[in-house]
Every structure is written in C-alpha cells, then in structure tokens.
C-alpha cells in the first residue's frame, strides 16, 4: 500500500495505481453521502414549498436543483410530479419531528 501526500501536506493511504484514478466524492452538503443512521428528513433551509426536495439532496448529496428538475419533468411527462411530491410531504417528517403528517394524522389520540 503506497501513501500519498495531498495539496494541504496531508498523508493519505491509497491502494489506487495512480493519483488519477483518485476522484473525489460527489458534491453535497454531507459529502454526497448519507452518514450511518441518518433520516430522511424535510428541511428548514434550502426549501422552497415543503423541504422535500432539499431533503431528498441533503440525504442523497445531490444537487437540490437535480431533484426539483426531475420532480418537473414527473409533473410535464405524466402528471406524476405533483403526486409525488405531495407523498413526500405528507410521508418525510420535517427536520426535529419525530414522526410525518402521515403518521400523526394515522396516530391520532382519540381516533
């Protein structure tokens, strides 16, 4: 296993042939990772109506403009956009809430 040393002086151990084939992790607000035990959760920054598709980028690490272009493409080609984004809505809790829409409508005290 070689080490290699990057811009900041920092050592690393590599088992790549070449820097080349080193590439960097895709760009998100996490790293374009999802960390171990992390929720998919609606947002309070970055949203525009609902937070459910800043909430899908944060958890994927893709752009949230990537998700908000696909969510219209549904909406142009077969009308399934707005559908899906309601589901989102009323299935992905809000950042700090335990539980969804869904699951405090269904969960009712009293029902």
Partial sequence: MASMSDVNGTTRATNSVSADQDSPAPAGR?????????????????????????????????????IRVVFAVLTFFGGLGPIAYVLG???IPEEGEGVSIAERFINKPGA
């Fill in 30 to 66: 996490d790293g374009g990772r999802a960390p171990a035990g992390r929720r998919l959760e609606r947002t309070l920054d970055n949203r525009w109506v609902a937070g459910v598709c800043a909430g899908l980028a944060d958890y994927t690490g893709i752009d949230a403009t990537v």
């Fill in 89 to 91: 809505w009323a299935l």
